[in-house]
Structures are given as C-alpha cells and as structure tokens.
C-alpha cells in the first residue's frame, strides 16, 4: 500500500494538559480559571492548565512555587482511576484509525500511518472524536518518523496539528536547541553546550566519530536525530514485566518510623509513574538492602492491580512491618508493581524496568521536618 502521503507515515497525538483537562471537563466550576492538578505530600504539580502555565507553571514544580507564580490558581488532587478511563477511550478511539498504535504514556501515543491513504484526513476526524466522545483536546503531529512525529505535536500546542514533510524536516530542525532531541536531558545538555553545540544544527554537523569518541552509540544516534533520522519501528506491544522506585539512603538507618517515611516517599515516586505510564500491578514487592549489603526482597499477590498511592503504601507498609525491627539497619528502600495490566499499554521506551534509584541527601530525621 502507500507509504502514507508523501512518506507522512507516523502520528504523535498528545491529549493536552491531560489530568486538567478531564477535571476541567467534568467539573465546570474549574472552567476558566487557572488549574493546577498535583499536590500530596510532596506537594509537585502533575501539570497544569495552559492558563496556568501563562504564569509560568509547570509540571513536576513545587506546589508553593507553582501558588507564588499563580496565586489565583484552583488546585485538585489528581483522580487517577477518571484519567486511565479517558485513556482508555482515546486508545479505543486511536484503534479505529490504526491497529498500530504505540502507547507512549497514558495521553500519548505514536499511530502507524503507512497503510493510510489520507492520514491527515484520519487523525483530523480522531481529534474530533476525541473531543466529541471524551471531552479533552489533543495535539497532533505527522511526519516520516517518530522523532519528528512527536517534536511536531509539540510544535502547536494546545489543540495543534503540525505536518513536518521530510523536505522541510532540517529547516524546522536545525534551530532547536539540543534538549529537544530524546535523550538529551540536563547533565547531556550541559555537556553538548560545553561542547559548544548547543543547537540541533551544530550537533548535525559535527562528525559523528567524534560524538562517538566523547558519548558512545548515544553519541551516533544523537547526530542522526539531528539530522532528522530515526529508525525507531513502532513497537505495540510492552515487554516491561515490573516497575519499580527505590531510595537509596546515604546513611544506614534501622529506626522503623524513619524507614515507613521513606517507604511513603518510594510509593508517592512509584504511584506518580504508574499513573503517567497508565500501568498497574497485581503483586507487591518490598525491597530493602541492609547495611551490610544483604539483598531481600517481600511479595505479595493481591486480590485487585493496584496503582495508587494508598494502596502502595498500605501493603508496602504491612511488608516493612514484619521486616523492619529496630535493630537491622538498612541503605536502600525500594517497592515494585509486577504482574501488570496495561490499561494504557506502556512502551517500553518508558524504561520502565529501569529503577528508579535516587540518593538522599539526608537520612530519616530528614524526611521528618520536611513533612
Ligand atoms: P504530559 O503529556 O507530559 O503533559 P500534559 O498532557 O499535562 O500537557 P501537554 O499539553 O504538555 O501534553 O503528561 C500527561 C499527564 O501525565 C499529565 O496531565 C499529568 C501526568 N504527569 C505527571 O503526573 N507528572 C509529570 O511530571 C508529568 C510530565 C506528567
Ligand atoms: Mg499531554
């Protein structure tokens, strides 16, 4: 069949600012106004309306920073089993264009488009849909790959719909500063501008040998994406088998309180990419490492998948009860979902199997002022 029109063969549809919107659809009381979906304990803003963010919000910002930049703003807690729902019927919606859809996270997806005679004309009555039948907007980007699929959804945000050909592809490329490629995040970033390429275009034109001298194959793949090459297939099914997040502690701690308040912090981390990669899991598993470097790990199969915090925390706490005595200390704290069900259908991309592994500054005592 057609390689799409002219090689315009990879959707990226992003819903825009998901969790708000669905709140803002269901409560028009939050219509309007500036809206900030997040809190918790840790108190870090899921995300935030494209009002809100006129202010400057963002997501993943402190909720008291988030208030200062916008102290008219609305905030609700995130309702998670209402989002997977949307989720759940965009994918349905996403289906009947395509069988090839790639779930990227629980608002995201890339769509196979090569067998479309009018993929425009497809994803533009999928956009419709989506407002029609589930009441969010979405945010859609065409183009031969996914790199340059997912760049142009983001291009026009919010309710945006930008076709990058392949022609035009370096022309809209090369200007984007180097954070705008996968795979580049801050400490990469920081490296490449001390590189002096701080543009997508300067990274195009540096020799690919040299990026692989100073990053490796990251480097290799860094300089095709810079010259708008992806070779990434779609991939419609998730090999991920668990997820996990886990605290490593920098000194060992033994007290039981101190540890359920790290475990509550593992749980809050490990609910937040749950809900964002629209998975749940049907065994718990608690895992510790002693101070001596001894490995154990706690399971426990339970009635229904979870993937809230609460449930987390509930069973992950009992597991910490029956292991935590006072007098073992311990240097790592972790807890993971297996037995998944993908309401959303996570990618792999996600990297999901990769744990989540951050250092404290501080022990327990800590944790404590901060709560
Ligand atoms: P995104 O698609 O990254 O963000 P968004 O849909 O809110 O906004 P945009 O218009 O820019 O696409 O994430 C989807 C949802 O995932 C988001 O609504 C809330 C949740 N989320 C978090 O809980 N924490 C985060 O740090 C991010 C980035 C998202
Ligand atoms: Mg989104």
Same mark, same amino acid.
């Given at each position: ?212 001298? *100073? ?7 860094? @300089? /095709? +994406?810079? !010259?708008?090459?992806?070779? $990434?297939? %779609? ?46 899991? *049907? ?7 002693? @101070? /001596? +470097?001894? !490995?154990?790990?706690?399971? $426990?199969? %339970? ?69």
């Amino acid at each position: 069949m057609a390689d799409g029109a002219a090689g315009l063969s990879i959707a990226h549809v992003d819903c825009d600012a998901f969790f708000a919107a669905v709140e803002k659809r269901d409560r028009p009381d939050l219509r309007g106004v500036p809206l900030i979906v997040g809190g918790g304990r840790r108190g870090v803003v899921a995300t935030a309306c494209y009002l809100a963010r006129r202010c400057g919000v963002r997501s993943a910002m402190p909720m008291y920073r988030a208030l200062r930049l916008c102290p008219e703003a609305r905030v609700v807690s995130p309702d998670h089993p209402r989002y997977r729902r949307a989720s759940g019927e965009i994918r349905l919606l996403m289906r009947s264009v395509t069988p090839l859809v790639e779930a990227v996270s629980v608002d995201e997806a890339y769509l196979g488009l090569a067998d479309c005679p009018a993929p425009e004309e497809a994803l533009r009555g999928l956009v419709q849909r989506i407002v029609d039948e589930v009441g969010v907007t979405a945010s859609v980007g065409l183009s031969c790959n996914k790199l340059l699929a997912k760049i142009a959804s983001d291009m026009d945000k919010p309710e945006g719909f930008t076709v990058i050909s392949g022609e035009r592809a370096l022309e809209v490329l090369r200007p984007m500063p180097v954070r705008r490629l996968p795979g580049v995040g801050p400490a990469m970033e920081r490296s490449l501008e001390a590189a002096g390429l701080c543009s997508v275009g300067e990274v195009a034109d540096a020799d690919p040998q040299e990026l692989f001298a *100073r990053y490796g194959g990251v480097g290799l793949r860094l @300089s /095709d +994406f810079a !010259r708008g090459e992806d070779w $990434r297939p %779609l991939v419609t099914e998730s090999p991920a088998k668990s997820v996990s997040s886990e605290i490593t502690l920098d000194r060992d701690v033994a007290d039981p309180a101190s540890l359920q308040e790290t475990l509550r912090e593992v749980a809050e981390d490990l609910a937040a990419r749950l809900g964002k990669a629209g998975i749940r899991g *049907r065994t718990m598993v608690l895992k510790m490492t002693t @101070s /001596d +470097f001894r !490995r154990l790990t706690r399971s $426990r199969r %339970l009635d229904a998948p979870v993937c809230e915090v609460a449930d987390l925390l509930r069973v992950g706490a009992a597991l910490l009860a029956s292991e935590a005595d006072g007098r073992q200390s311990y240097r790592l704290v972790g807890i993971a979902v297996q037995d998944l069900d993908f309401w959303a259908e996570a990618s792999p991309l996600l990297d999901l199997e990769a744990e989540d592994s951050r250092q404290r500054r501080q022990a327990a005592n800590e944790t404590a002022c901060r709560s």
